[in-house]
């Protein structure tokens, strides 16, 4: 199954390609189809709200350990590989600043809460 040392690792991997993707969002080399799906990636790695809520046994860790993943690996293959290399560097050397991570945070739970009146507005 593997060691914790190599899960720590590959969730750390996982980790620093969400900081690539977040740098290389507003690139203008990368293509416009890459940086709507880098938008989408990168909100519901940072959304504090689950596609399937955590505490259901089982499936609740589902959606982390295979849509995130999958995410990332679907969004990486989008964008030029010189634009990665490039990113992937400039990781190495900084991290997202705190603001912009409160600013995605209010933007991801904005958008959770607009969904969730839409929903509520059709039902009633």
Same mark, same amino acid.
Request: hydrophobic share 50%; no cysteine.
């Given at each position: 199954?593997?060691?914790? +040392?190599?899960? *720590? &690792?590959?969730?750390?991997? =996982?980790?620093? +390609?969400?900081?690539?993707? !977040?740098?290389?969002? #507003?690139? !203008?080399?990368?293509?416009w189809y890459a940086g709507a799906m880098t938008a989408i990636t990168i909100a519901y790695a940072l959304s504090p709200?689950?596609?399937?809520?955590?505490?259901?046994?089982? =499936? /609740?860790?589902?959606?982390?350990? @295979? =849509?995130?993943?999958? #995410?990332? !690996?679907?969004?990486?293959?989008?964008?030029?590989? +010189?634009?990665? $290399? &490039?990113? *992937?560097? *400039?990781?190495?050397? +900084?991290?997202?600043? /705190?603001?912009?991570?409160? @600013?995605? $945070?209010?933007?991801? @739970?904005?958008?959770?809460?607009?969904?969730?009146?839409?929903?509520? &507005?059709?039902?009633?």
């Amino acid at each position: 199954m593997g060691s914790i +040392e190599s899960w *720590r &690792e590959k969730a750390k991997r =996982l980790r620093n +390609e969400i900081y690539v993707l !977040y740098f290389a969002f #507003g690139d !203008y080399r990368v293509p416009w189809y890459a940086g709507a799906m880098t938008a989408i990636t990168i909100a519901y790695a940072l959304s504090p709200i689950d596609l399937i809520p955590d505490f259901i046994p089982i =499936l /609740g860790y589902l959606d982390d350990l @295979i =849509l995130i993943p999958a #995410g990332i !690996y679907l969004t990486v293959r989008m964008i030029p590989r +010189e634009v990665l $290399a &490039e990113y *992937r560097q *400039r990781t190495k050397l +900084e991290t997202i600043p /705190g603001k912009a991570k409160w @600013i995605a $945070a209010v933007i991801i @739970i904005s958008l959770w809460l607009l969904v969730l009146y839409l929903i509520l &507005e059709s039902i009633m």
